[in-house]
């Protein structure tokens, strides 16, 4: 009896080892199943391959470790400030470069924090949470004022333009690059202040040079004389220049306009006679279609610089016997838009992203003529005239656009103004 009893149990332990040998073989190949491929692509029994996916593991795990931390050195000495926040907008790291842009003093690693305790901006956190929201990179340019918590680092401080760059992260995470700009619009400020200020400079020379440039072609006989008349243009060229940098310098530094009611279509109109004598000269002439009249509440001396420098562009762009169109029409939120297209051959396409910037000259087929008259203020092109035009735009809160005409092929001018008036 006592020897069936020995080999019931016995049974019953080899059917336990069996079951839990089996249990422990299944999971065993699940594990394999799930360790790359160079761990178990060579046959050994399944304890060896273990054994060898686990060393496997491990040297992988060393290399990722190692990438890690060259990235996180990178970051910490990088020229540009990294930081990056969870979905509740705590700080998770931040590296020493955006410590000192941000001024984010009371903070530590590993400690959670509201990024809005530390930093104190509406436009960072602005980013942050369109980022998330849009789930794509998002960029953003604004004057940082920082704080301080005493009154002698207040004093001190100083505001600084910033530019970030966001990156949305898997688990509602945003990762935030931080660039200091200001060097750069400290070097635009004082290129701008050396300019405006040699400017001044040669502006009484010139006068001074046109006079007597004036008193010799009265004295001297031909031949002589026909040098004289060609240096007065090019001194009235340099005058224009100077003359068109410092009024873009002037709306640049003070954008303070003297808004009054006007219509818009009957200045236009002004311009336009104006210019009369260069639109005779090639025989052109001006369209309009759309609204009859226009009220804005606008600098109107402003506005007539703009359509002088708009028109004078369009007249010099076009072939004699050309067509300027001038469309006005309402959009919505009380803005007008106006429409100046010419006839000529249009913006070269490289061109129009820059057609705005200061002393571009384009395509030399597009090489302005000097096209002047005794009774025209405008004469040859210096390049400012249309840095001018977008200047004054902006100043009125509104938006200007250079394009082609998709049907006539000449230059398209888009210029949106708000305040409309309805009761003049």
């Known amino acids: 009896m006592a020897l069936l009893e020995f080999f019931l149990g016995l049974a019953v332990g080899l059917g336990i080892w069996c079951w839990q040998y089996t249990r422990f073989q299944k999971r065993l190949q699940q594990v394999l199943r799930r360790l790359p491929a160079e761990a178990t692509e060579i046959s050994l029994p399944s304890i060896n391959l273990l054994q060898r996916a686990i060393v496997k593991q491990k040297e992988y795990s060393t290399q990722l ?53 530390l930093v104190r901006s509406y436009e960072l956190d602005h980013l942050i949470e369109q980022t998330r929201d849009r789930q794509q990179p998002q960029a953003i340019e604004w004057v940082f004022h920082p704080t301080f918590t005493n009154a002698v680092s207040l004093g001190e401080s100083q505001p ?43 502006k009484t020379p010139l006068t001074s040079i046109r006079l007597i440039a004036e008193t010799l072609e009265q004295q001297l006989q031909p031949p002589l004389q026909r040098w004289a008349e060609r240096i007065l243009p090019e001194i009235d060229r340099l005058i224009n220049l100077v003359q068109g940098w410092l009024e873009l310098n002037q709306l640049e530094n003070n954008s303070k306009l003297n808004r009054q009611s006007v219509e818009l279509r009957s200045l236009m109109s002004t311009v336009w006679e104006t210019l009369e004598p260069l639109s005779r000269n090639k025989k052109m002439q001006l369209s309009y279609s759309g609204l009859e009249a226009v009220w ?45 297209i010419d006839s000529g051959s249009g913006f070269p396409s490289a061109d129009l992203p820059y057609v705005f910037d200061r002393l571009y000259r384009g395509d030399p087929s597009r090489t302005r003529q000097p096209l002047t008259h005794p009774n025209c203020p405008i004469s040859a092109g210096c390049g400012l005239g249309l840095a001018i035009a977008r200047q004054i735009v902006l100043a009125h809160g509104g938006t200007i656009k250079a394009m082609n005409h998709p049907q006539s092929g000449g230059a398209w001018l888009q210029v949106v103004l708000p305040e409309v008036l309805a009761n003049p």
Not at 78 to 106: H, K, M, T, W
């Open 65 to 117: 470790q190692a990438k890690i931390d060259l990235c996180e050195y990178l970051l910490e000495v990088a020229p540009v400030g990294y930081l990056q926040v969870d979905e509740e907008n705590q700080l998770l790291c931040c590296n020493i470069q955006a410590q000192q842009l941000l001024n984010i003093q009371r903070w530590k690693v590993g400690q959670a924090r509201l990024l809005l305790e």
């Open 160 to 202: 600084r333009t910033l530019q970030a760059y966001s990156y949305p992260l898997p688990e509602g995470k945003v990762s935030v690059f931080i660039e200091n700009r200001q060097p750069l619009v400290d070097l635009a400020a004082s290129r701008d202040r050396t300019l405006s200020d040699l400017a001044h400079e040669l």
């Open 296 to 340: 804005l509440k606008a600098d109107e001396s402003r506005l007539y610089r703009l359509f002088l420098n708009l028109f004078d562009n369009s007249i010099k762009y076009s072939p004699p016997e050309g067509k300027i169109e001038v469309k006005l029409s309402l959009i919505p939120v009380d803005q007008v838009q106006i429409d100046i």
